[in-house]
């Protein structure tokens, strides 16, 4: 089983919509949780923290459930700019400071 | 201010060739990764260093390949010999070491072609 686990879609939504992503994590000792954007051929940047009381910045809502080990990025009134790949990233409770990325969830949104 | 710089941009190269990509991180970081992403396996990280020191190099593949850090401002990974397989995307990333947690910068990559 992998670390982290994300459906890779693509994810193919209208401009204005709501979408979803969902990410599992298998090592419940995990510190520190993270979303990171990647778009085409570019490299990874970070885009959000995910605290254990949820969080949101703007159009972007994470989400953090340690009994179900579980993390969500729900984007609102999605833009054509929202296109690109979202990556979950966790960081282990092990003292690393090296962090575990999941292959990522595709996200297409079209006029 | 000047992100994490890498270079080459783009390599291609033939089998059983020794291949050197190079690291520039952001000045004043402590931290220096070295991850490779394919389509099939994602991003993976492979090494990481804390002030210059190698931490844990157990992503690295094989013996073919090594990093070094000489000092706090630039970084090699090395691949020697080359093989089809080690074609990917080779990122390099940044970050302080201050605090438990530190947002990670990444340069733009490396794409390696090995024919």
């Known amino acids: 089983r992998k670390e982290v686990e994300q459906d890779p879609g693509p994810f193919n939504v209208p401009e204005g919509a709501t979408v979803a992503f969902n990410c599992t994590y298998s090592?419940?000792?995990?510190?520190?949780f993270f979303w990171y954007r990647q778009d085409c051929r570019k490299e990874p940047k970070l885009l959000m923290s995910?605290?254990?009381s949820g969080n949101e910045d703007g159009r972007f809502t994470a989400q953090l459930n340690r009994a179900s080990q579980y993390i969500s990025l729900l984007i609102r009134d999605s833009k054509l700019s929202d296109s690109a790949t979202y990556l979950c990233?966790?960081?282990?409770?092990?003292?690393?400071?090296?962090?575990?990325f999941g292959s990522g969830t595709r996200l297409q949104v079209q006029p | 201010d000047a992100g994490v710089i890498q270079s080459p941009r783009h390599e291609v190269t033939e089998m059983g060739q020794e291949v050197t990509l190079r690291c520039k991180p952001i000045?004043?970081?402590?931290?220096l990764f070295w991850y490779r992403q394919t389509m099939m396996r994602g991003l993976e990280l492979l090494i990481y260093?804390?002030?210059?020191?190698?931490?844990?190099d157990s992503g690295m593949p094989e013996d073919r390949f090594s990093a070094k850090m000489p000092n706090a401002s630039f970084s090699t990974l090395k691949i020697q010999p080359s093989e089809p397989r080690d074609s990917a995307v080779y990122f390099c990333?940044?970050?302080?070491?201050?605090?438990?947690?530190?947002?990670?910068?990444f340069g733009p990559g490396t794409r390696l072609t090995v024919l």
């Open positions: 000045s004043g970081h402590n931290s």
């Open positions: 990333a940044s970050s302080p070491l201050s605090g438990s947690y530190n947002e990670q910068f």
């Open positions: 090592n419940s000792a995990s510190q520190s």
């Open positions: 260093f804390n002030n210059n020191v190698p931490i844990d």
């Open positions: 995910v605290y254990s």
């Open positions: 990233v966790v960081k282990p409770g092990t003292g690393r400071r090296a962090l575990t």
